[in-house]
């Protein structure tokens, strides 16, 4: 092949790869797929009973909000001392993870909502199972989505 012909040749298969590269985009998971890997990792450290897991999943901050009982429980340090006192119970939560929503706020913030049935009680006690209508605010940050806010609202007996 003389050099013209290689040099076309080569000419060639750069455009094709350019135009190749142009047309991909990149993979990248959509938000509501790493909102949702968020909120199952949730779950799992609640039913791990690991506070070292449910920490790195909610904000770090004293604005980070959890109704829980009718009261309000401001910052992810209360929050975290509160969950590892129900830690030593029975401390179970079971998503209908086929009714999961997840509305996108912007670009960086997310609601989600799910139908979840809590199995609780105190250390030594029978525990209670209670359907709550789960609602989270979930905030991206530089690490990943984390946890903002938790609004469970008791469901309506069937």
Same mark, same amino acid.
């Given at each position: 092949?003389?050099?013209?012909?290689?040099?076309?040749?080569?000419?060639?298969?750069?455009?094709?790869?350019?135009?190749?590269?142009?047309?991909?985009?990149?993979?990248?998971?959509?938000?509501?797929?790493? !909102? #949702?890997?968020?909120?199952? @990792?949730?779950?799992?450290?609640?039913?791990?009973?690991?506070?070292?897991?449910?920490?790195?999943?909610?904000?770090?901050?004293?604005?980070?909000? $959890?109704?829980?009982?009718?009261?309000? %429980? $401001?910052?992810?340090?209360?929050?975290?001392?509160?969950?590892?006192?129900?830690?030593?119970?029975?401390?179970?939560?079971?998503?209908?993870?086929?009714?999961?929503?997840?509305?996108?706020?912007?670009?960086?913030?997310?609601?989600?909502?799910?139908?979840?049935?809590?199995? !609780?009680?105190?250390?030594?006690?029978?525990?209670?199972? !209670? #359907?709550?209508?789960? @609602?989270?605010?979930?905030? #991206?940050?530089?690490?990943?989505?984390?946890?903002?806010? %938790?609004?469970? %609202?008791?469901?309506?007996?069937?």
């Amino acid at each position: 092949m003389s050099r013209l012909s290689q040099g076309h040749a080569t000419a060639g298969l750069c455009i094709g790869l350019l135009l190749v590269m142009m047309v991909l985009k990149p993979v990248h998971a959509a938000p509501q797929d790493e !909102i #949702r890997a968020a909120f199952e @990792n949730f779950v799992a450290a609640q039913n791990d009973h690991d506070v070292g897991k449910a920490k790195a999943l909610l904000l770090a901050s004293p604005d980070f909000l $959890w109704i829980t009982r009718g009261a309000p %429980i $401001w910052g992810s340090d209360a929050a975290l001392k509160r969950f590892a006192a129900l830690y030593k119970g029975t401390w179970r939560l079971d998503p209908d993870m086929a009714s999961l929503k997840i509305m996108m706020v912007g670009d960086g913030a997310a609601r989600l909502y799910v139908p979840i049935t809590f199995t !609780i009680g105190a250390a030594g006690q029978p525990p209670q199972t !209670i #359907r709550f209508l789960m @609602n989270q605010l979930l905030v #991206r940050t530089a690490d990943g989505w984390r946890v903002a806010s %938790i609004l469970p %609202i008791p469901a309506a007996k069937p």
